[in-house]
Each structure stands twice: as structure tokens, then as C-alpha cells.
């Protein structure tokens, strides 16, 4: 019986990543700022700008990758939505990635993916969200007595597919195990709350943030600073899914 012997190579040495730009609009609360907005507006907004923060032509741009979860009525794929409304050719590939939360982070994996093997040189990557134009999904055969509708926003993207648990019950069950007390995590949201508004006051975002303007009726209101939610204090420390995740310690639904 013969052998084989197989030669193993070194392979092709990876390329250098480089991220040469970056750009973002503000963030909106849910059903606020940037409510009139689509998802792929918003991104068509950034990427614009980072192409031109870099001044770097559309043309370049050979592969588009955006991260979108809530992508029900949003309309067939939306990270090519995206490219064609920052004005990149038709030619150039997009594809959208929905992994939950990290949905923009694997986006830019993927992309530094191709370019490291030298599949791609130049390319996009990023996340785009719109909270506020998710719409309400009803099934197509109501059973007898009446028909129900689920929020898309809570369905597609804030509860478990596998034991029907909302993301607030997740955090519970997690901050329950480990030991995490109600006043560590109020105390943890307060402080990121302060952070923000002064990183705000300061000027700290204002080299990434994208200005975008809303049209409204014959006046045009600029929209340049992220969007902050105000809570009383007994808002902020008040519990829904257990005993120590408040709405002050909790993501908020956002653009």
C-alpha cells in the first residue's frame, strides 16, 4: 500500500488591515430625533461622510458589509440600500449581516477578513439601526376569534427564539448568578449617564458625528449631537424583570 505524503506550505502571508476612516450620525431615542429616518438612510448618511472624510472616491469601494437586525419592512437587502444611497457604483458587492448586537462589530470582522487574505483593498463596514420605523408583524392566517400582532422590535430583536425569555429577563437571570447587586448596577448606569452628557457638553464626539439634516415642511432642521434620555430618579431605579435590573441600568431602544 502506497503512502502519501502530504507538503505543507507556510501559505500566503496575511496583509495589513487599515481602518483609514470612520463616521457616524448622532444616536435618537426610540421614536425621537431620527425617527423619520430609515435604517439605510442612516447608513447611506455615514458612509457618505466617511468617504469624504477620507476623500476617497466611491469607485474605490469593491465590497459593502452592514450590520442591520431589525430588518422587517425595511426592504430587500439593505446594506446595498445603504451603498447605492452613499453613492457607490452598482457594481460594488453588499451584503448585510444580522447578528443581533454584534451585528456592526462582525460586519467589520468580515470585511478585515477579505482584506487580510487580499480578496478585497479597499472596503466598507459598519452598523445601522432604526428602532423607531420597526413595524408591527401579524400572521397571515389569524386563527378563529381574532388575529394578534407581535412588535418586531421585541420579537426579531429583544426575545430569546428558543425559550421565549426578553433580553431585561436574560440580564436578571445573569446579574442573579453572578451576584450582581441592584445598587452596583443602578450606581454602573448612573455613571455611564453622567459620562455621556459630558463627553457631550465636551465636544468628545463631535469629530465622528455626521450631521444630517430633516427636512420638515419648508424648514430644514440639522440634527449634529446625540440624543440623551432624561429619567426622575424613580424611573431610572425602577425594576420590570426582576428584582435588580432597573431602567436606568438597561440599553435603551435607540437609532
Not at 45 to 72: P, R, T, W, Y
Not at 90 to 108: D, E, L, R
Not at 173 to 188: C, G, H, L, P
Request: charged share 20%.
Amino acid at each position: 500500500m502506497k503512502s502519501f505524503v502530504r507538503h505543507l506550505s507556510s501559505g500566503r502571508k496575511l496583509e495589513e488591515v487599515y481602518l483609514v476612516t470612520h463616521a457616524r450620525t448622532p444616536l435618537g431615542c426610540f421614536q425621537g430625533q431620527l425617527k423619520d429616518f430609515t435604517a439605510p438612510q442612516l447608513g447611506s448618511h455615514a458612509i457618505k461622510n466617511a468617504l469624504e472624510k477620507a476623500d476617497l472616491a466611491a469607485s474605490k469601494v469593491e465590497e459593502v458589509f452592514m450590520g442591520c437586525v431589525l430588518q422587517a419592512g425595511v426592504g430587500q437587502a439593505p446594506a446595498r440600500q445603504a451603498a447605492l444611497g452613499a453613492g457607490l457604483p452598482n457594481c460594488v458587492a453588499s451584503t448585510t449581516v444580522n447578528k443581533v448586537c454584534a451585528s456592526g462589530m462582525k460586519a467589520m470582522t468580515l470585511a478585515a477578513t477579505q482584506l487580510a487574505v487580499g480578496h478585497r483593498k479597499v472596503m466598507v463596514a459598519g452598523g445601522m439601526e432604526s428602532l423607531s420605523n420597526t413595524p408591527f408583524l401579524m400572521d397571515r392566517k389569524p386563527a378563529y376569534g381574532g388575529f394578534s400582532v407581535k412588535d418586531a422590535c421585541d420579537y426579531d430583536g429583544l426575545t430569546d427564539a428558543y425559550s421565549g425569555w426578553h433580553m431585561g429577563r436574560c440580564a436578571e437571570n445573569t446579574a442573579i448568578k453572578m451576584k450582581v447587586s441592584k445598587e452596583d448596577q443602578d450606581a454602573y448606569g448612573a455613571l455611564s449617564h453622567q459620562r455621556t452628557e459630558k463627553s457631550i457638553s465636551d465636544g468628545v464626539y463631535e469629530t465622528e458625528i455626521c450631521p444630517i439634516i430633516l427636512e420638515k415642511g419648508k424648514r430644514s432642521v440639522e440634527i449634529k449631537s446625540d440624543e440623551v434620555q432624561k429619567f426622575p430618579f424613580d424611573s431610572f431605579a425602577a425594576t420590570k424583570w426582576g428584582s435588580t435590573v432597573s431602567v436606568g441600568s438597561s440599553s435603551k431602544l435607540a437609532d
